[in-house]
C-alpha cells in the first residue's frame, strides 16, 4: 500500500538518545531542556528572531488572533486551505470573509481583497498552500493602507525561503505546524513566529495559562509541548537536509515522468522549496476520478487535497468562489515522502499517463 504520504521517523538509537536525557533531567514538559535546545536549533535553522513551539498547529492560529486582539472580527481569508485555518477563525469567535483564489498557485487572490473590506474587518489570514508564497508585498502594502494585521498560515513553509528570507519571517505572525505528515515534523506540534518582542512576550504568557512565576497576567490556554515530542524534533532535525533533498529528487522524477498536460503550480523567482507536496491539477474532476480508481486499484492512494473549498461547508450560507471550488474538484496530491522507491513512483506515473 502506498498512502499521500509517510512520517518520517529516525533511526531508532538516535530517538532513544534524547529520550535518555529525559530520564537523566527528570523533566517531562513545561519548557523543558530538550524544548528548548530544539526551540534555538530551529531558530537559527530558520533564522528567525521570535520564535516559539508550542504543541499544535491548530492552537498556533488561536493564539496568533488572540495575542493580535482579533475577535468579533471580519477576517479575510482564502477558501482553499485546510479546515483548521476556517476553523480558528470560527473559533475564536470571528467571520472570515473568503477572497477567491489565482490559479497560478492556488492562493489568494490580492486583486479581489480590497472589495471585501469594510469597516468590521481587522486581519488577513493567508496560507502559503504547499508552501508556495502569498504575494506577501501587496498584502503587506493592503494591510497597512487598510491598518489590518497580518497572518500567515505557514504550515505548509516550514524551510522555504523567499527573497532571501524564512517564509514564516512574513506577516505579524506566522504560523506553522510540526504535525506527522508535514515535512518536519515532532509527532504533533507547531510554531508561533512573530515580528516584535512586545507580541512575542504575549504568546509566550497566553501559550502557558497566562502566566509566569507569580504573574498572572491575561487569561492564556495550555499549549506548551512535551520532552518526548521535541526527543522526536531533535532527531528529525538532525535528518532535515537529507529528508528535503530526498523529497527534491522525487519530485524531479515525478516532473520527468508525468504526463506534461499536467497542470502544476507556477514555480516563484528568487525562491527556495521546501518539496512538501506534489499537486497536480487534472482537466477535470471525471478525469481525477478515473485516475484516483486505478491506482485505488493497485492501493495507491493519493488525497483530494484540498477539498471541499471551505466556502463550501455545510456552515456556511451560500457563499461563492468559482475558481477555488473549480481546481479543489480536479486537484489531487500524489504520494510523496523520503520512502518512495523509484520503481513505485515509476509504477505511479505509468498508471497516471495510461488513465488521463
Ligand atoms: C496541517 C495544517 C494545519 C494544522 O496543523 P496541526 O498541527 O495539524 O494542528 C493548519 N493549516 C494547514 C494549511 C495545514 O496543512
Known amino acids: 500500500m502506498i498512502n499521500v504520504t509517510k512520517s518520517y521517523l529516525p533511526p531508532y538509537e538516535e530517538y532513544e538518545n534524547y529520550v535518555k ?10 519548557q523543558g531542556p530538550l524544548l528548548k535546545e530544539l526551540e534555538e536549533r530551529l531558530k537559527s535553522y530558520l533564522n528567525l528572531e521570535y520564535f516559539q513551539i508550542v504543541n499544535n498547529g491548530t492552537i498556533a492560529l488561536q493564539i496568533a488572533l488572540h495575542a493580535l486582539d482579533i475577535k468579533d472580527a471580519e477576517i479575510i481569508t482564502t ?3 485546510f479546515i483548521a485555518t476556517t476553523n480558528s477563525i470560527l473559533w475564536e469567535n470571528n467571520k472570515p470573509i473568503f477572497v ?3 490559479d497560478e498557485n492556488f492562493n489568494i487572490n490580492v486583486e479581489k481583497i480590497e472589495e471585501k473590506i469594510t469597516s468590521k474587518t481587522k486581519a488577513i489570514l493567508a496560507v502559503h498552500v504547499f508552501g508556495y508564497p502569498c504575494k506577501v508585498e501587496k498584502i503587506e502594502e493592503i494591510a497597512n493602507k487598510h491598518k489590518l494585521k497580518v497572518i500567515y498560515d505557514a504550515a505548509h513553509a516550514f524551510g522555504c525561503i523567499y527573497k532571501g528570507k524564512s517564509l ?10 510540526f504535525h506527522a505528515t508535514k515535512v518536519f515534523h515532532m509527532v ?3 510554531c508561533i513566529v512573530c515580528n516584535n518582542e512586545v507580541i512575542n512576550d504575549k504568546v509566550n504568557f497566553l501559550k502557558k ?20 515530542h521535541s526527543a522526536m524534533g531533535l532527531s528529525v532535525l538532525d535528518h532535515i537536509d537529507e529528508i528535503i533533498e530526498k523529497r527534491k529528487q522525487i519530485t524531479e522524477k515525478y516532473n520527468y515522468l508525468l504526463n506534461k498536460d499536467l497542470k502544476k503550480p507556477k514555480f516563484p523567482n528568487e525562491f527556495k522549496y521546501n518539496y512538501i507536496y506534489y499537486p497536480i491539477l487534472f482537466k477535470n474532476e471525471e ?16 488525497r483530494r487535497y484540498f477539498y471541499p473549498s471551505l466556502n463550501e461547508l455545510p456552515f456556511f450560507d451560500k457563499i461563492i468562489c468559482p475558481v477555488s471550488e473549480n481546481i479543489s474538484k480536479r486537484i489531487a496530491c500524489l504520494p510523496l ?17 495510461n488513465n488521463l
Not at 25 to 30: G, I, K, M, P, R
Not at 209 to 228: C, D, P, Q, T
Open 21 to 30: 536525557k529525559i530520564w537523566e533531567n527528570h523533566y517531562l514538559t513545561n
Open 100 to 102: 477567491d483564489i489565482e
Open 287 to 302: 478525469q481525477l476520478l478515473r485516475v484516483f480508481k486505478a491506482l485505488n486499484d493497485k492501493e495507491i492512494y493519493p
Open 337 to 353: 515522502d523520503p520512502y518512495l522507491t523509484e520503481v513505485n513512483i515509476e509504477k505511479i506515473c505509468n498508471i497516471i499517463n
Open 168 to 177: 514564516l519571517s512574513y506577516g505579524d505572525i506566522s504560523t506553522c505546524s
Open 79 to 81: 477558501p482553499f486551505s
Open 188 to 190: 504533533e506540534g507547531g
Open 209 to 228: 495559562f497566562g502566566y509566569e512565576g507569580n504573574n498572572y497576567k491575561l487569561v492564556g490556554i495550555n499549549a506548551k509541548n512535551s520532552e518526548f
